[in-house]
């Protein structure tokens, strides 16, 4: 069959024009399309690091390392430094990025790692910034804020121990401020591993190994920070040390017993919520560290602690008045604020009457002057007189 001439050009032509049009199509910048499944969520781009960034993360990779190391990796190095003030490098001074590249520069020039890599560091181990400060800074802005402002933060941070170093790998775990920064470093980078690791309470492993028996010195640390004001459970830090001193010291991992352990438990959980803990780190215990009530024994919670500091402080008067613990829990039963719950403050107990908070804050002062014995028996001229 024979095309006729002008449908021959035509045929010819096609291909030409084809190609004509796409290179336009080249030209004019149209992109090829991709298609994307609607259920699938394309990757973010990873944003863009600073110039000082950069600087600063290569400095402190650099000249601290081996256990002056202060970041895991460059990546968590440069998330931290996005959330942090970068400052002026003319005065790097204060809680900023500039005062932490001037300490790993001069961590470089000196070789004195142990003075200047901690400050270069995410805490900046109050010399650029205090470290409660700067994890208060990175959690608020990494995770989802536990406490209402960043001063609260700050507040309830004062509370945990302080491991007075800092290295990413030996802080990798234990329950120190230091964890808790390495962990908020790491969440700046992956926030849904690390968030709960960073918390202010111990979450592993951001804990001490199960069986560790609690320092008194850390669980007052913890106590007289969280539990203030009217909620104060006692009078003074010596006052803590000598009940911790006189309870069964129990494990970190206590939770309900009557030990210093259940109690620290308690500190940590009324930097959160402390109206609810904090009469549960008290003296007594208040029926949430001790024996579950028992009518038939007299045991309340609140009597088992009470007759363990009585026989502690006054342990000659407590053997002319009882024959053993459960007589004493029995006695002690039958006052009132015995029962869970009783919601113990200093400021209730200084309340004179025949009330078991009367006689557990007499009995917590008896612990260190024994003319106080009087007043947690409740003897008649005492102000918790029968």
Known sequence: MRLKPGLLSLVLL?????????????????????????????????S???????????????????????????????????????GDPLEPVENTVACRAR???????????????PAAGPGGAGTCGTDCESYC????????????THEDCVAMCAGLTDAEMFDVIANHEGDTLQCRLVHVSSATV??????????????DPCIDPEGTAPSCESF???????????????????QCLAVCAALPPGGVEDQTENTVGC????????????????PHTGPGGDGHCGSEAEPSTGSTGNCESYCTL?????????????????????????????????????ASAEEEGNTLACRLLHVSRALGDPSECGAAFGDSESPCAQ
């Open 137 to 148: 800074t990175l959690r608020a802005s990494a995770c989802t804020p536990e406490v209402e």
């Open 14 to 46: 096609a291909p030409l024009s084809m190609a004509t049009w796409l290179g336009c199509h080249a030209i004019a910048g149209i992109e090829d399309r991709t298609f994307v499944d609607p259920g699938e969520e394309p990757e973010p781009e990873p």
């Open 190 to 203: 992956d926030p849904d591993e690390h968030c709960k690791h960073s918390s202010l309470m111990p979450v």
């Open 103 to 117: 300490q790993a520069e001069l961590a470089g020039i000196t070789g004195e790692l142990a003075v200047h890599c």
């Open 48 to 86: 863009p690091v600073s110039e000082q960034c950069a600087s600063y993360c290569a400095a402190v990779m650099e000249s601290c390392t081996a256990e002056f190391q202060v970041y895991s990796t460059v990546e968590t190095c440069q998330g931290v430094c996005a959330l942090l003030d970068p």
């Open 220 to 238: 007052c640390q913890a106590v007289m920070t969280s539990c203030t004001g009217e909620l104060s459970v006692y009078e003074s830090t010596e």
């Open 310 to 346: 009585l026989e502690a402080a006054c342990k000659e008067y407590f053997d002319e008045t009882f024959p053993d613990q459960a007589a004493c829990a029995l006695d002690c039963s039958a006052l009132p604020g015995a029962a869970r719950d009783s919601g113990y403050s200093v």
């Open 263 to 278: 109690r620290k438990y308690h500190a940590y959980s009324a930097m959160l919520a402390p109206v609810s803990h904090c």
